[in-house]
């Protein structure tokens, strides 16, 4: 299979706890996003890498989230001190020009 | 800034009719827009996208859409449903440049299938 991978696939977690995901983006593709959907909604951006390098983030990524894709390859995405609001799919896309490629996400569940 | 509108939010359409969803977009430049298809816990499948050139383009499964420049549309059509099109569709906007590329969805519509 060669698509964008997310794991876990859901995670339930208590309020407090941290949780981290990962993301393997199409191999050739050097730029990778994360989105969170909330129920009933769109897609929001999140944080965007050009190989290793994180170029944009948005007001939404607070600084209890944390996102790396060292070497340009995978990225993990870290939420420190998980609150309920957290509780949302969180979504991965690789491309290598405009058209993004989504994995199933990761849907997280804080207690 | 750029967005997206998905006027709305639940649309029923009986199967083996017509389909038409609704889109529209505000954005500076020649945008670059896409329609999406989420199924329940899933993510994003690309339908069909408009980047230039012939304003009616054609998808997957038998979508096409049209990109109107004096509405500021992007809507997307099918001739005729099946019941496995239930499913929930966005509409999006690509951001280039300033280092915030990415894409700026609609809150989706919500399409459902009457037998």
């Known amino acids: 299979d060669t698509g964008v991978s997310q794991d876990p696939r859901h995670k339930i977690t208590k309020r407090g706890q941290n949780v981290t995901f990962r993301c393997d983006p199409i191999?050739?593709?050097?730029?990778l996003y994360w989105y969170r959907q909330t129920l009933g909604q769109g897609p929001e951006f999140l944080t965007y890498?050009?190989?290793?390098?994180?170029?944009?983030k948005s007001r939404l990524l607070s600084d209890r989230f944390s996102a790396e894709r060292p070497k340009g390859s995978f990225s993990t995405l870290e939420i420190q001190r998980t609150e309920q609001g957290d509780s949302a799919m969180y979504l991965c896309?690789?491309?290598?020009?405009?058209?993004?490629?989504f994995g199933s996400g990761t849907q997280l569940s804080v207690l | 800034a750029q967005s997206v509108t998905q006027p709305d939010i639940h649309i029923t359409v009986s199967e083996g009719a017509s389909l038409e969803l609704r889109c529209n977009y505000s954005?500076?430049?020649?945008?670059?827009l896409f329609w999406y298809v989420q199924s329940p816990g899933q993510g994003l499948q690309l339908l069909l996208k408009y980047f230039s050139g012939d304003t009616l383009v054609q998808g997957i499964k038998g979508f096409e859409a049209e990109f109107k420049r004096s509405q500021s549309s992007f809507n997307l059509r099918k001739p005729s449903v099946h019941w496995s099109d239930a499913a929930e569709y966005f509409c999006?906007?690509?951001?280039?440049?300033?280092?915030?590329?990415?894409?700026?969805f609609g809150k989706g519509t919500h399409l459902i299938i009457q037998p």
């Open positions: 191999s050739e593709h050097n730029r």
């Open positions: 954005y500076g430049a020649t945008p670059y």
């Open positions: 896309a690789s491309s290598d020009r405009e058209k993004l490629f």
């Open positions: 999006a906007v690509y951001n280039s440049g300033g280092g915030a590329d990415g894409l700026t």
């Open positions: 890498f050009q190989n290793e390098a994180q170029l944009e």
